[in-house]
């Protein structure tokens, strides 16, 4: 409460102190123009109100947007299906209903560089959180170097939280660097408790499922850890080129085929010896 005296400077004043902001600013526009346009009480209060819950709406979305620590911004619009026909246009846009958040299905997302993993995880997760859900992205190795460093420094299960406690979780680059036993065992963890709350991971990786073994450095932990990211999962499978290197296509045929280019070499140097001749 506050010593305000006329009712607008109390109302401003109690709004604010409410946490109000939005309606604070707008209630005397809007206030005016309800008497010009002969609004009831109701719908002025309507008004005012409706303009403060989509402030706090979008303020919410900033905030939760800022917690998922995305690399980049990405969206499903962005994404030009035409130059990676592996990828069914249907079942990204079916994922992108949500449906698999409240079904608990994990995603793994498997492809060469550059095909668009990471564009495709972040721009589902990205979804989620315009539609109320809290997410967090993280790589493989970041989250087992913040994992058993928060074991060390005694706040391992307030840590754990940040990767148990979104609906839904990205985890990047899976096999990108071997792990170690205990890394494995500290990812195995992450997964095995959202697995159990039925909360999705979203995860990326270049490597094939077949090689988890080698990357996770124990058969029985890697089986275990792809038995829960698999089970109910969707799996994406791109089989296409990198869009990283589409602008360079020409050089990455040229060097995929060095004998064209040699024969190229050798029929200039043909020609200018034919030329010399004549
Ligand atoms: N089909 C596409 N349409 C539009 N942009 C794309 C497409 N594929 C990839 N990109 C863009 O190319 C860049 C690389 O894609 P992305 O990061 O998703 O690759 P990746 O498969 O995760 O590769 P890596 O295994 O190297 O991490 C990103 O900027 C992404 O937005
Ligand atoms: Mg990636």
Same mark, same amino acid.
């Given at each position: 409460?506050?010593?305000?005296?006329?009712?607008?400077?109390?109302?401003?004043?109690?709004?604010?102190?409410?946490?109000?902001?939005?309606?604070?600013?707008?209630?005397?526009?809007?206030?005016?123009?309800?008497?010009?346009?002969?609004?009831?009480?109701?719908?002025?209060?309507?008004?005012?109100?409706?303009?403060?819950?989509? $402030?706090? %709406?979008?303020?919410?979305? !900033? +905030?939760?947007? *800022?917690?998922?620590?995305? /690399?980049?911004?990405?969206? #499903? &619009?962005?994404?030009?299906?035409?130059?990676?026909?592996?990828?069914?246009?249907?079942?990204?846009?079916?994922?992108?209903?949500?449906?698999?958040?409240?079904?608990?299905?994990?995603?793994?997302?498997?492809?060469?560089?550059?095909?668009?993993?990471?564009?495709?995880?972040?721009?589902?997760?990205?979804?989620?959180?315009?539609?109320?859900?809290?997410?967090?992205?993280?790589?493989?190795?970041?989250?087992?170097?913040?994992?058993?460093? $928060?074991? %060390?420094?005694?706040?391992? !299960? +307030?840590?754990? *939280?940040?990767?148990?406690? /979104?609906?839904?979780?990205? #985890? &990047?680059?899976?096999?990108?660097?071997?792990?170690?036993?205990?890394?494995?065992?500290?990812?195995?963890?992450?997964?095995?408790?959202?697995?159990?709350?039925?909360?999705?991971?979203?995860?990326?990786?270049?490597?094939?499922?077949?090689?988890?073994?080698?990357?996770?450095?124990?058969?029985?932990?890697?089986?275990?850890?792809?038995?829960?990211?698999?089970?109910?999962?969707?799996?994406?499978?791109?089989?296409?080129?990198?869009?990283?290197?589409?602008?360079?296509?020409?050089? !990455?045929?040229?060097? *995929?085929?060095?004998?064209?280019?040699?024969?190229?070499?050798?029929?200039?140097?043909?020609?200018?010896?034919?030329?010399?001749?004549?």
């Amino acid at each position: 409460m506050t010593d305000a005296t006329s009712p607008y400077e109390q109302l401003k004043a109690d709004l604010g102190y409410l946490g109000l902001g939005r309606a604070a600013e707008c209630f005397a526009v809007l206030a005016d123009q309800a008497k010009a346009e002969g609004w009831g009480h109701v719908g002025y209060l309507a008004r005012v109100v409706a303009e403060q819950a989509s $402030a706090t %709406t979008n303020r919410r979305l !900033a +905030s939760r947007m *800022r917690f998922a620590h995305f /690399p980049f911004r990405r969206t #499903i &619009d962005e994404f030009d299906f035409d130059f990676q026909p592996s990828i069914d246009r249907k079942v990204v846009e079916d994922l992108a209903t949500l449906r698999f958040i409240a079904e608990g299905r994990s995603l793994a997302f498997l492809g060469q560089p550059g095909c668009g993993k990471t564009h495709l995880a972040v721009a589902l997760a990205t979804r989620a959180i315009e539609a109320g859900y809290r997410g967090y992205f993280t790589t493989a190795d970041d989250m087992v170097v913040a994992l058993s460093r $928060a074991r %060390t420094e005694g706040n391992w !299960a +307030s840590k754990l *939280r940040l990767y148990t406690s /979104p609906s839904v979780l990205v #985890i &990047d680059d899976v096999g990108l660097l071997p792990m170690a036993r205990d890394a494995a065992g500290t990812f195995f963890h992450v997964i095995n408790a959202r697995y159990e709350k039925a909360t999705p991971t979203l995860i990326t990786t270049n490597r094939g499922l077949p090689a988890w073994g080698e990357l996770f450095g124990d058969d029985v932990v890697a089986s275990a850890i792809l038995d829960r990211i698999l089970h109910k999962a969707v799996v994406l499978n791109i089989r296409g080129p990198s869009w990283r290197m589409r602008e360079h296509q020409a050089l !990455a045929e040229a060097a *995929r085929r060095p004998q064209d280019t040699a024969t190229a070499e050798q029929r200039t140097a043909a020609q200018q010896e034919g030329g010399r001749d004549k």
